[in-house]
């Protein structure tokens, strides 16, 4: 308060106490604040976070090591009889890809634009709804699209799923991990190696006569498209190898295969027939076939 107009007068500012001066910084507590009910982030809540994820690493890496992945053969592009699976997670989207409706034309829709509005919206979620409300009985938009997409993605797994194993049933196929699985148990039980070795199988037997009119007859015959030009078949998609059929058929027999077929394989006489092989030619090729003996 000044009483004068002296340059050197002092002044002093009298205020109200009982007026709170106005702030627009709010002191916010810490953890010290909260006894027993906080703590501070860095080290201590980080550290459990930390300890709990090791364990779960080390519970997930005993799992790995106490049950390995199942392993196949090796790729073979010739194997016509393997049936190709993704995992388990991916099995919605590949029984959706079997539609008409999201393959063959129509396969962008289904590989790309489907997918792209699944995570878009996931994505865009948090923005759409700003609700406060967290009670799922009160968000029913929300929560109606999370259960149809849950149902729609259990539907389409296990229908999935359940098409691969009747393929499996009608076509008698056994999975390339269990077959191998059995055979390296049926190595170990036989004196095999350690380790699952598998013994190295035995060295095919030659052709027998290949300079016969037989011969000659079978590369214009409908069997080398398949048991190939060494006989050696394809034993890998369920075509056996020709060498050593002698011993298993006697000629008739061999002639009633091409006449009637045997498992997957058809008849072939008719196709003979038509490729312009005779009568006699057949009956030429059924003899050296027979003549394959080890």
């Known amino acids: 308060m000044a009483h004068g107009h002296k340059s050197d007068e002092k002044i002093v500012y009298v205020g109200d106490s009982r007026v709170r001066a106005k702030s627009s910084h709010i002191p916010q507590p810490d953890y010290s604040a909260f006894p027993g009910k906080s703590e501070v982030f860095i080290p201590n809540f980080l550290l459990k976070e930390w300890m709990v994820g090791v364990v779960v690493l080390v519970g997930i890496l005993c799992l790995v090591v106490s049950d390995p992945a199942p392993l196949g053969y090796p790729a073979d592009p010739t194997n016509t009889q393997f049936i190709p699976m993704p995992d388990w997670y991916f099995l919605f989207m590949y029984q959706l890809l079997k539609y008409p409706y999201t393959s063959d034309k129509f396969v962008v829709f289904g590989t790309v634009i489907i997918p792209a509005i699944l995570f878009g919206g996931l994505m865009v979620a948090p923005f759409l709804d700003t609700g406060k409300e967290r009670r799922f009985y009160r968000r029913p938009i929300a929560s109606t699209l999370m259960i149809l997409t849950l149902i729609a993605c259990t539907y389409l797994t296990v229908v999935s799923w359940t098409h691969y194993e009747k393929e499996l049933e009608e076509k008698n196929i056994i999975p390339e991990h269990i077959k191998r699985e059995e055979e390296l148990h049926a190595a170990k039980g036989a004196g095999g190696e350690g380790g699952g070795a598998v013994k190295k199988p035995a060295a095919a037997a030659a052709i027998v006569a290949p300079d016969d009119p037989g011969a000659e007859i079978f590369k214009k015959a409908t069997c080398v498209s398949c048991h190939g ?15 050593g059929i002698g011993d298993k058929h006697s ?17 072939q006489y008719d196709e003979n027939i038509k490729k312009g092989l005779t009568d006699a030619d057949i009956d030429k090729l059924a003899e050296w076939l027979a003549k394959q003996k080890q």
Do not use: C, F, H, V
Request: hydrophobic content about 40%; proline content about 6%; charged content about 25%.
């Open 251 to 267: 000629k008739d027999e061999i002639l009633n295969i091409i006449k009637k077929g045997q498992g997957n394989m058809a008849a």
């Open 229 to 243: 030009g060494e006989l050696k078949g394809m034993p890998s998609s369920g075509i056996p190898a020709l060498r």
